[in-house]
């Protein structure tokens, strides 16, 4: 299995092992919304919970928003319980906790609502580390929040390693630090609207456990 191919294993969280409700989402931005006296569209709330467009802050400018402005409303909003208590885990994602290797757990998601959620799913102990980016740490695609987390984890050069997320930031972090990349599309690249590439793009884990060392592509 492609799973067991690799000497340590990260992932990203948001949109890769877990997601949330489209209530809570939609409700996020509503009240974001108020916050910023702008409304957000279902389609441009959706872009942005789920970074569909690529890099969030560069389209929240397209839209003429101020990304500091959105992000400092939009977190100061959100309720780390309630946010844990309204998300759920991919079914596929159970894999992680069967690697017999050290796994890395490399996200955007802050701490306030990263923890909360890993804890209210009961996930915690799948992960050898836990790394939040931050503006000191850097954020994906920047390869400095993988190699923190791989010296986090114990991994070190010359081991074979793997990042898996649901983002063109986490294929473009596995790649700049060096490590093999699987793009797991949980939304199809027509609802994206661009594809994503990496060494192995799937819809879901399973097909890294059926498809031993095959690339896996998408059909047209």
């Avoid at 997601?19 to 108020?34: C, G, I, L, P």
Wanted: hydrophobic share 35%.
């Amino acid at each position: 299995m492609v799973a067991r191919e690799y000497d340590f294993w990260l992932l990203d969280l948001d949109g890769t092992l877990i997601d949330t409700e489209w209530s809570y989402t939609r409700e996020v931005f509503d009240r974001v919304s108020d916050r910023l006296g702008r409304e957000f569209t279902d389609r441009e709330a959706e872009i942005i919970w789920h970074g569909l467009g690529g890099s969030r802050d560069a389209q929240l400018r397209e839209w003429g928003i101020d990304p500091p402005t959105f992000w400092e409303a939009f977190h100061d909003i959100e309720d780390p319980q309630l946010r844990a208590e309204e998300t759920f885990l991919y079914d596929d994602a159970a894999f992680v906790a069967d690697l017999d290797c050290p796994v890395g757990l490399v996200t955007h998601c802050q701490p306030f609502l990263a923890h909360p959620v890993i804890d209210e799913l009961g996930i915690r102990d799948w992960f050898d580390a836990v790394v939040c980016c931050d503006e000191e740490l850097g954020w994906k695609p920047d390869p400095s929040p993988v190699e923190y987390t791989m010296s986090e984890i114990g991994a070190h050069a010359g081991q074979r390693g793997v990042l898996a997320g649901d983002g063109s930031s986490d294929v473009g972090a596995a790649w700049n630090a060096g490590l093999d990349a699987v793009h797991v599309e949980r939304h199809g690249p027509d609802n994206r609207r661009h594809c994503v590439l990496g060494d192995y793009r799937v819809e879901t884990f399973e097909e890294l456990l059926s498809n031993a060392g095959q690339s896996v592509e998408y059909t047209d």
